[in-house]
């Protein structure tokens, strides 16, 4: 009886709790189901269609002809389709280039930065401007320095003698998404550079007292005890930026508009989608996209574990 | 010697870092104030301080209109996505219930979504609503991008307070609702900042929703009225206005950033490193 009683005491307001917790999530949940699980699911459904932007009201479904058909001997749908492969190569090119290069960057600046000296929170405050200025004015920043005519890139690059006639560096398919890849870099470093400055200033100091007395210099200590402490802030960084860096879209919107040298998988998308109003295309490329990047991220998550239970056994 | 050596060798290498991450916005400021044929001589030095540019943008195009316009999409964002976020990470971080994990990670999953994916869906939300080419359109297509990762940063803040508060509300008779709002609002002051300031940048920087979403140049917000800033003849892009734009949209959030460095840097960090 005291036992039973005591039990549904101890329930109740455990029960209560529940429901506080779900009332409090309600309004969040409403709100993304409504801005991205909605959305996300007409996305599919309409690459299943061949909806068209201007009337979105009349469609006909036409099953996975969107991404990938056979008839009168052709294969048709963005699956066969050879700019579609040629965004997802520069995309995922452009991804492992800069993510690697604001990687390595990013342990350069956050090193000098861990060091003491005057100043330093003057330095830390001003690499954030670059994350800081939208995308858009970086682009078109960017867009006027390496004009090929009046641009100051190329006069300085000419001053110095590197090169003896003006880069048209957005123009031209060689240099265009070199153009894009700078300007990326420039934008994301210091991002990586805090992320990893933070994680820097959180190591265990004795490591380092240890490997001093043992005579370690400087570069193994920071191959040997720096690097291997910061693979877990690395891999956080690299999973965030490479999921920015797979759906790139207004730095080269912007920079190159849809030149085919720098179409990335969401610049396709988009051109398909309301440039050619071809909605149930533009659809099955997003989609596309989207198994991708959801593909990608589990995968890396998944390795990601794996080394840290590795690392945790050893 | 040696350490002298060093010490200027750390000292170049500081000011490269400072260099590079600053010359581009000065290269614009210094743009922003030469006109006509000056602008086509690249020099790295100010010759004159010329507001031409700027009176041009506001005379011109609708550009003040624009920038009301992207503060009201951000502060409207911003105000939304704090709320929902504070309720959110309240019962998230504070309450034990089956789901919450799976609603963590939901939550996580959404802030990975490429815009692109939700566009078309998104494209025929608003025109449903009759919000095609209007402001409310846009603040509710931003909250794909802010809520979720509002709700990710102030429930790791969240996790941190103490418990003894809460079960002294608690004890003391408080309601959920007067817990979260009279003890959690006001210690989550200095979450809720950086937060904001981070769900403002993105708000105020959005591109592919404003692009796509509106129409005309009354209803655009800054990053579009600057990509799609035409001049006089169609040959020749006017980079004056549009450096002088540059700084206009930017110099703002340089402030800001500068000011609250030290939290925004708490908040990149708690929502990264320990997501």
Not at chain 1, 154 to 183: C, E, H, K, R
Not at chain 2, 98 to 123: D, N
Not at chain 2, 173 to 198: I, S
Request: charged letters at 15%.
């Amino acid at each position: 009886m005291g036992l039973t009683s005591m039990a549904s005491a101890s329930a109740d307001p455990g029960r209560a709790r529940v429901r506080t917790a779900w009332m409090f999530l309600a309004p969040t949940l409403i709100a993304l189901a409504v801005v991205a699980g909605w959305p996300l699911a007409r996305t599919i459904w309409f690459s299943f269609t061949d909806a068209r932007l201007d009337d979105l009201t009349r469609y006909g479904f036409v099953g996975l002809d969107n991404y990938l058909a056979f008839d009168d001997g052709e294969w048709f749908g963005v699956l066969a389709e050879p700019d579609w492969w040629n965004a997802v190569s520069v995309t995922l090119w452009f991804t492992v280039v800069s993510v690697s290069l604001e990687v390595v960057f990013g342990l350069a600046v956050a090193l000098a930065l861990n060091v003491r000296f005057p100043l330093r929170g003057v330095v830390r405050a001003a690499i954030l401007v670059p994350w800081a200025i939208p995308t858009v004015v970086s682009a078109k920043m960017w867009a006027w320095m390496l004009n090929d005519q009046f641009g100051v890139i190329n006069y300085v690059l000419m001053g110095f003698g590197v090169i003896t006639t003006p880069v048209a560096w957005t123009a031209s398919a060689d240099t265009a998404l070199w153009a894009v890849l700078i300007v990326d870099v420039w934008k994301s470093t210091p991002f990586m550079a805090l992320l990893f400055l933070a994680a820097l200033q959180m190591l265990p100091q004795d490591c380092y007292e240890a490997a001093k007395v043992d005579g370690v210099g400087p570069v193994r200590a920071l191959i040997h005890i720096t690097l291997p402490l910061l693979r877990p802030a690395i891999i956080t960084a690299v999973i965030f930026r490479a999921l920015d860096a797979l759906r790139i879209f207004d730095l080269i919107y912007v920079l190159t508009s849809n030149a085919r040298s720098t179409m990335s998988m969401s610049i396709y998308a988009r051109q398909q989608l309301v440039d050619f109003q071809d909605v149930g295309y533009g659809s099955a490329a997003s989609t596309l996209l989207f198994l991708i990047i959801a593909m990608i991220t589990i995968s890396v998550i998944a390795l990601g574990r794996l080394d840290f239970d590795k690392g945790a056994t050893r | 010697m040696r350490r002298l050596l060093a010490r200027s060798a750390f000292t170049l290498i500081v000011s490269g870092i400072l260099i590079v991450a600053l010359f581009p916005f000065y290269y614009a400021l210094v743009s922003s104030f030469r006109t006509g044929t000056e602008l086509f001589i690249p020099r790295l030095w100010p010759e004159r301080f010329d507001l031409t540019n700027y009176a041009q943008i506001f005379t011109q195009q609708a550009f003040g209109l624009n920038i009301l316009n992207s503060m009201l999409v951000a502060i409207v964002v911003v105000a939304v996505s704090l709320f929902l976020g504070m309720t959110a990470a309240y019962a998230l971080a504070r309450m034990r219930f089956r789901g919450r994990g799976p609603m963590l990670f939901l939550i996580l999953a959404v802030s990975m979504f490429p815009q692109i994916a939700v566009l078309s869906g998104m494209f025929e939300l608003v025109r449903a609503l009759g919000l095609y080419d209007r402001l409310p359109g846009l603040m509710l297509a931003n909250l794909v991008l802010t809520l979720p990762f509002t709700v990710w940063i102030l429930t790791t803040f969240m996790r941190e307070l103490p418990k003894e508060l809460e079960e002294a509300a608690i004890a003391d008779g408080a309601t959920p609702w007067q817990t979260a709002r009279l003890v959690f609002l006001p210690l989550m002051l200095p979450a809720m900042v950086p937060t904001g300031l981070l769900a403002f940048i993105l708000a105020w920087n959005e591109f592919l929703f404003a692009f796509t979403l509106t129409l005309s140049s009354e209803s655009r917000t800054v990053p579009v009225a600057i990509a799609l800033l035409s001049g006089g003849s169609r040959q020749e892009l006017p980079w004056g206005p549009i450096m002088a734009a540059s700084v206009v949209v930017t110099l703002p959030l340089i402030v800001l950033v500068l000011i609250f460095q030290r939290k925004i840097v708490a908040g990149l960090t708690a929502g990264a490193v320990k997501g």
